[in-house]
């Protein structure tokens, strides 16, 4: 059975820091492009942070220079260090897998999600 387990949102004021992590289990971790998204109140869910199997990353404009995802596949977890934060980044952040099979098939998890709220 596969599980994406979120942890380390919170309460934080502006200009604080948070890290995130998503612990993944049931899958070859490894294999599968990690991607953090988040849904702000009101709002669709959208694409914040994506790292490859090869480990290559991609952020929204807007949490470029302040985000950083990275990956530990020996303890099968992503990271999203969140610096600099602004009322904005406050939203439910999800973390998703992704895995394109050779037979085209695509494999997709998600986690339940963390809440993140920056707030004075």
């Known amino acids: 059975q596969v599980q994406l387990v979120e942890s380390g949102g919170g309460l934080v004021e502006p200009g604080g820091s948070l890290t995130l992590s998503c612990a993944a289990s049931?899958?070859?971790?490894?294999?599968?492009?990690m991607n953090w998204y988040r849904q702000a109140p009101g709002k669709e869910r959208a694409l914040v942070a994506t790292?490859?199997?090869?480990?290559?990353?991609n952020y929204e404009d807007s949490v470029k220079g302040r985000f950083t995802i990275s990956r530990d596949n020996a303890k099968n977890t992503v990271y999203l260090q969140m610096n600099s934060l602004k009322s904005e980044d406050t939203a439910v952040y999800y973390c998703?897998?992704?895995?394109?099979?050779?037979?085209?098939?695509?494999?997709?998890?998600w986690g339940k999600g963390t809440l993140v709220t920056v707030s004075s």
């Open positions: 790292n490859s199997a090869g480990g290559n990353t």
């Open positions: 998703n897998a992704v895995l394109i099979t050779i037979s085209g098939r695509q494999m997709d998890y």
């Open positions: 049931g899958i070859t971790f490894s294999r599968y492009t």
